[in-house]
Structure formats: C-alpha cells, structure tokens
C-alpha cells in the first residue's frame, strides 16, 4: 500500500541553524506533495506545496524540495527559532485531494 | 478567515455507547474528511465526503459510519464505541479539484472506557 515514511524521532538544533526534515513515498508516485505544522493539542495547519514537476518551493524561511529520483521531499527551516518548534506532516497526494499523511517528525529548536 | 470547528475537545464515552463528532465548515469545501490521529501511526483516513450525501471509504471505515446531509457540516458516527477507538479525532474539509490544502479543525480527543 502507498506510504509516507517521516523520520519518527525528534529533531533537536540550536536556534540560528538550519533545521531538515524528511519525507520519503514508496509504492505509489504522488503528484504532489504537502507540508503541515501541527502544536500540540491542535490541527494541522497547512504550511507549502510542491508538485512533481518543481524541483524547490520557497516561502520565507521554508524550502521544500521534490527528488522523483529519491522519492523524497526535503524540508528546511532556515534561521530556526524556538517559536518553530513543533510537529511537522508531510502528505503525498493525487487526483481526488486524497492524502496520504506520514507519521510526523517532532522539531524541537533551543534557544 | 476559514474556520473548520469540531463539536467537543473532549469526549469521555463508555464501551458500547453511540458517539457522534461533528464537524462544521465555514468556506463552502465540497470536500470533507474525517482522521484518526494515534501515535507513531500518523494521519490515518476514516471517510471523506466529496459532495453532500456522498461518502468514500478511508484507509480505517471499519467499525465508522458518516452523515452529510449537508455542505458545510461532516458526521463521524461510532456505533457502538470500543476502548481501541480512543484516539484524537480531526475533521478536515477542501476546496475540490487539484492539490486541495486541507484545513483541519481544532480536534477531538476521545477516551473510551
């Protein structure tokens, strides 16, 4: 079946630094990818998209790659800060506005 | 602003009672879904609803059933509610066609006994 495999264990950096999260797809080629932030006790909030055919996608501090060769998508938080601490979602999609969602990796930035 | 709310935070339900979470959505989504959220699992897909009346099976349907009588409000109904349904539930809805962002709500977490 198709999966979604993030890394399970916590993310700890120091403040300033560059923070890299992982999301990796088998059995299935998702025509889309999508990154969320979840808080604790709270939904997911919607973070960025990139499609297959986009290489990288930026917002602000937030890159998102799409390899198609790895069947991976990297997630970057530039100049983290305590206030990015959280859980973050990677979700593959296609057609339908089906997600398949991936376990989350806890990022944990101290000051 | 789009808001998804769900109608409790917290649910404390007996082993065998019917439980009802409903969720309501304010931005006119013919797309509508139900989760599970369960640690080291992840997201898991209950339902999804694509039109009023219209519902899919998820990745987790069993022992779930779902009520869309209308656009904006998605039901997620248990039948006969078991101690392995204690979870956090989260209702999400979007627009339909294309990569829709989801937009979830606040979640509701249940304890069954």
């Known amino acids: 079946s198709q999966k979604i495999e993030q890394n399970s264990e916590a993310l700890n950096i120091q403040e300033g630094k560059t923070a890299t999260l992982t999301c990796n797809y088998t059995?299935?080629?998702?025509?889309?990818l999508q990154w969320y932030r979840q808080d604790p006790g709270r939904g997911p909030v919607f973070l960025l998209l990139i499609r297959e055919n986009e290489k990288e996608k930026r917002k602000e501090r937030l890159k998102v790659t799409f390899d198609t060769t790895l069947k991976q998508s990297l997630f970057h938080i530039t100049a983290s800060q305590p206030a990015d601490s959280a859980t973050y979602l990677c979700g593959g999609g296609n057609a339908g506005n089906m997600l398949t969602f991936g376990g989350g990796t806890r990022l944990m930035v101290k000051p | 602003d789009v808001k998804v709310t769900q109608s409790s935070r917290y649910l404390v339900k007996r082993t065998g009672e019917k439980v009802f979470l409903e969720c309501v959505q304010d931005m006119d989504h013919e797309n509508m879904f139900w989760y599970r959220q369960d640690p080291g699992l992840g997201l898991r897909l209950i339902y999804f609803s694509y039109d009023v009346k219209m519902k899919e099976k998820g990745d987790i349907p069993e022992g779930y059933s779902v009520s869309r009588e209308k656009k904006e409000r998605f039901s997620l109904i248990l039948e006969s509610a078991s101690t392995n349904q204690t979870s956090m539930y989260l209702c999400?809805?979007?627009?339909?066609?294309?990569?829709?962002?989801?937009?979830f709500g606040p979640g509701t977490r249940l304890l069954v006994l």
């Open positions: 999400a809805s979007s627009l339909t066609g294309g990569a829709g962002t989801q937009y």
């Open positions: 059995n299935y080629s998702p025509a889309y």
